[in-house]
């Protein structure tokens, strides 16, 4: 990985850490709060080659809150264990957020400047 290939990657990691135990975020929200906005599909790509257990990757879904997983695989299986014990309510593989995103921004992030 390049340079800025491994900055980015890093970015994308602490914004994915930094996101709350019971909440979740996109893709896209992901990448935004690392300052790549527009960067969705490298956020997805850093997730999967991340090797770090303790990274709370199982926050991160899709834009319109489905697990991005194959229905019924292993990681789809997972992934909605450990958000329904973080009490994150998963129905038929999605997520049906309470709260906007910006409201999450602001919560996470504080307010904009």
Do not use: K
């Not at 896209?28 to 303790?54: H, I, K, S, Y």
């Not at 450990?82 to 602001?106: C, K, N, Q, W």
């Amino acid at each position: 990985m390049s340079a800025p290939c491994a900055d980015a990657a890093s970015l994308i990691l602490a914004a994915v850490r930094a996101i709350p135990r019971g909440q979740v975020a996109g893709y896209g929200e992901v990448a935004r709060r690392a300052g790549l906005p527009g960067r969705a599909r490298l956020a997805a790509r850093v997730l999967a080659a991340n090797a770090d257990p303790e990274l709370p990757w199982h926050r991160v879904l899709r834009a319109d809150g489905r697990i991005a997983f194959p229905e019924g695989s292993a990681g789809w299986r997972e992934q909605c264990r450990r958000l329904r014990a973080e009490g994150v309510l998963v129905a038929d593989g999605r997520v049906r957020r309470a709260t906007a995103p910006g409201d999450l921004d602001a919560a996470v992030w504080g307010p904009a400047p």
